[in-house]
């Protein structure tokens, strides 16, 4: 069984940074990937990031690209996720996910995943 736990999340006004952890466990995660989705108020849950356990490859919505930086420590099972310049429209519950069987979904669709964390409040200030 996986579990997935985040943490980090807070309030920072419009510009700062925060940083998400989302700390895995119950099985070897070395053939997979993560992904942060998060979803806001009234909207669907959107891709935000995603890094495989392997090889560290990186993917990143646009909207946070060259703001957030998806990054791991395999020895910790913990996935990070490094937010900054962070604006109102970012505010969001942020999830982390991952996969238990191989996929062949896109790593930017939630459907991939099939292993999801709690969530934490992630809320900018103007």
């Known amino acids: 069984q996986v579990q997935l736990v985040e943490s980090g999340g807070g309030l920072v006004q419009a510009g700062g940074s925060l940083r998400l952890s989302c700390a895995a466990s119950?099985?070897?995660?070395?053939?997979?990937?993560l992904g942060w989705f998060r979803q806001a108020p009234g909207r669907d849950r959107e891709f935000v990031a995603a890094?495989?356990?392997?090889?560290?490859?990186?993917y990143y919505a646009g909207a946070v690209k060259g703001r957030f930086t998806i990054s791991r420590d395999s020895a910790k099972n913990t996935v990070y996720l490094q937010m900054n310049s962070l604006k109102p429209e970012d505010t969001a519950v942020y999830f982390c996910?991952?996969?238990?069987?191989?996929?062949?979904?896109?790593?930017?669709?939630?459907?991939?995943?099939?292993?999801w964390g709690q969530g934490t409040q992630v809320t900018v200030s103007s």
């Open positions: 890094i495989t356990w392997s090889g560290g490859v990186t």
């Open positions: 119950g099985r070897t995660f070395s053939s997979y990937t």
């Open positions: 996910a991952t996969e238990t069987r191989p996929s062949i979904v896109a790593v930017t669709t939630a459907r991939r995943y099939d292993a």
